[in-house]
């Protein structure tokens, strides 16, 4: 036998009824499925989130919303979704078990990585009722202090002159609302699926911007035929790895070019407010509620917050993934103090929800090994990620005169990986991050002064508001932190810090006795 033919067959349609029983597959008839939904970003996330409710609600009640996956920024997607007719499968791990399933509401991809083209047609289509997104927080040209769009951007800049050519998210939705509008008229619902804080408030605002500029007609026409609901999502999913590939093929004996793997929890909690016809998600296991705000304050401020906070940590204690970082004694008692002390009074009551249940069972995921979500991929834009896990509660708690010092930690920790990432420090490691190159800057010119360093990177009003830059204290504050992660032992001023904390909160509670 040639080794060609020894390769073992690549998921497709036809290979669907020879997969092994220990791979669910569509419980529906995929020939029967039309479009309904269009999907921005087909990242890992989205096919382990948004698709995998879709196909549990297609498996139970069948309807049209077969979904057109759109990328408009890379991987190009016709390599790997597109030569499998939109199949793939899902690989839920926890310890030593696999549920693994193949996912089929997918019907088609589109690449508009290029042209804007491809993705102007599906986003216009009169048969799509529902366009969900998930495209990171820097796909939304905002500034993260203030959530309005950032006309500075080059791209955003490119977008407002010339409009019928867009290459930015609220630049394209505007051109697709705009060819509705002119063509059929026919309501839409915008979904961003992305972790950002009143993500729909935000959508909503990028793109009213960009088309108030243009016609008071189409801003007006979008008021009164498109809601943008905000929504909070929840699973952990790492990057997918050649690991991750090879393990389909070995465990299950065929090939599948775009896996995705995720943890077994999962939320999807969606504010009940639509514009269209619209998935009845909730009968999937979503939930619906007039406002998302108690649920997206306390995901972002506890098990983001601790993603964020065991990454930049773990990073200078030499963890490469989460779950190591989560491991260690002194990371873990650091951030669940963090989190109880100091982020946890500073949210509102969620219906049903015990807070410090929710720190346990935060860990309690992060301790799952068989998720291998790397740091660095966490840290990832994590400027634009810093302003709801960290910098809010902070700004809460010093204008009611309570302390943030666990928390300024961690904001430290975030300048300090981003300085290693300077010619000046090194250059320890690549980071993916908008202000990046900013700080680099500001590092090779600084050097490891910590105050100079502190006072440098707050000046950025993009970033940081001007009250937290212009309040002394917290100035000093960040510049102490800096001054002690940047020396030989960050991980032993780590454990000082904590243990002044712990001293401080017993010598209070003594005081009270």
């Known amino acids: 036998m040639s080794p060609?033919?020894?390769?073992?067959?690549?998921?497709?349609?036809?290979?669907?009824?020879?997969?092994?029983?220990?791979?669910?597959?569509?419980?529906?008839?995929?020939?029967?499925?039309?479009?309904?939904?269009?999907?921005?970003?087909?990242?890992?996330?989205?096919?382990?989130?948004?698709?995998?409710?879709?196909?549990?609600?297609?498996?139970?009640?069948?309807?049209?919303?077969?979904?057109?996956?759109?990328?408009?920024?890379?991987?190009?997607?016709?390599?790997?979704?597109?030569?499998?007719?939109?199949?793939?499968?899902?690989?839920?791990?926890?310890?030593?078990?696999?549920?693994?399933?193949?996912?089929?509401?997918?019907?088609?991809?589109?690449?508009?990585?290029?042209?804007?083209?491809?993705?102007?047609?599906?986003?216009?289509?009169?048969?799509?009722?529902?366009?969900?997104?998930?495209?990171?927080?820097?796909?939304?040209?905002?500034?993260?202090?203030?959530?309005?769009?950032?006309?500075?951007?080059?791209?955003?800049?490119?977008?407002?002159?010339?409009?019928?050519?867009?290459?930015?998210?609220?630049?394209?939705?505007?051109k697709a609302l705009e060819l509705r509008m002119q063509s059929h008229g026919r309501p839409v619902t915008v979904i961003s699926c992305d972790n950002i804080p009143s993500n729909g408030v935000i959508l909503a605002n990028v793109v009213r911007a960009v088309t108030e500029r243009r016609s008071p007609e189409l801003a007006s026409w979008i008021a009164d035929h498109v809601a943008f609901p905000s929504t909070m999502v929840d699973r952990i999913v790492p990057a997918t790895s050649e690991t991750d590939r090879l393990a389909v093929e070995?465990?299950?004996?065929?090939?599948?070019?775009?896996?995705?793997?995720?943890?077994?929890?999962?939320?999807?909690?969606?504010?009940?407010?639509?514009?269209?016809?619209?998935?009845?998600?909730?009968?999937?296991?979503?939930?619906?509620?007039?406002?998302?705000?108690?649920?997206?304050?306390?995901?972002?401020?506890?098990?983001?917050?601790?993603?964020?906070?065991?990454?930049?940590?773990?990073?200078?204690?030499?963890?490469?993934?989460?779950?190591?970082?989560?491991?260690?004694?002194?990371?873990?008692?650091?951030?669940?103090?963090?989190?109880?002390?100091?982020?946890?009074?500073?949210?509102?009551?969620?219906?049903?929800?015990?807070?410090?249940?929710?720190v346990e069972q935060t860990f309690r995921r992060l301790h799952n090994t068989a998720i291998r979500h790397r740091n660095h991929q966490i840290a990832t834009d994590g400027s634009q990620k810093i302003v709801q896990r960290l910098l809010n509660p902070i700004r809460e708690r010093l204008h009611e005169g309570k302390g943030v010092e666990l928390l300024s930690v961690v904001v430290a920790a975030w300048m300090v990986y981003l300085v290693y990432a300077s010619r000046r420090f090194g250059q320890r490691w690549a980071v993916q991050d908008p202000f990046a190159g900013e700080i680099a800057r500001i590092a090779d010119r600084t050097g490891d002064d910590g105050t100079s360093l502190a006072a440098a990177i707050l000046a950025n009003e993009t970033l940081f508001s001007r009250e937290l830059f212009e309040r002394g204290e917290f100035r000093s504050m960040i510049g102490c932190h800096l001054d002690g992660l940047l020396s030989d032992r960050p991980i032993g001023y780590v454990q000082s810090v904590l243990d002044r904390v712990i001293a401080s909160t017993h010598a209070a509670g003594n005081r009270a006795g």
């Open 250 to 358: 070995e465990t299950f004996g065929y090939r599948d070019l775009a896996p995705v793997v995720g943890e077994p929890f999962r939320q999807w909690v969606i504010e009940n407010r639509f514009a269209s016809r619209a998935p009845q998600w909730h009968l999937a296991g979503a939930t619906l509620v007039d406002n998302v705000a108690p649920f997206e304050l306390l995901k972002m401020r506890v098990l983001n917050a601790a993603q964020s906070s065991l990454a930049y940590l773990g990073l200078l204690a030499g963890h490469t993934y989460s779950g190591e970082a989560a491991d260690d004694p002194l990371l873990a008692a650091f951030v669940r103090r963090m989190l109880i002390e100091e982020s946890l009074p500073t949210l509102p009551p969620v219906p049903g929800v015990s807070p410090t249940d929710y």
């Open 4 to 174: 060609s033919a020894r390769e073992p067959p690549t998921l497709s349609p036809a290979l669907l009824e020879r997969l092994p029983q220990a791979v669910r597959r569509p419980g529906y008839d995929r020939k029967a499925l039309a479009v309904g939904m269009a999907h921005v970003g087909v990242g890992a996330f989205h096919r382990c989130h948004q698709a995998d409710y879709t196909d549990d609600l297609l498996n139970e009640h069948f309807d049209r919303w077969g979904v057109i996956g759109i990328n408009i920024r890379e991987p190009r997607l016709a390599g790997t979704l597109a030569r499998q007719d939109g199949l793939y499968t899902r690989l839920l791990r926890d310890g030593d078990h696999i549920d693994a399933r193949v996912i089929g509401c997918m019907l088609a991809t589109a690449d508009s990585q290029a042209d804007a083209g491809p993705a102007l047609k599906v986003l216009a289509a009169p048969e799509v009722d529902v366009i969900t997104l998930t495209v990171t927080e820097k796909g939304y040209c905002h500034k993260p202090s203030t959530g309005l769009l950032d006309a500075s951007l080059p791209d955003v800049a490119h977008d407002l002159a010339n409009p019928d050519e867009p290459r930015t998210l609220p630049g394209m939705l505007a």
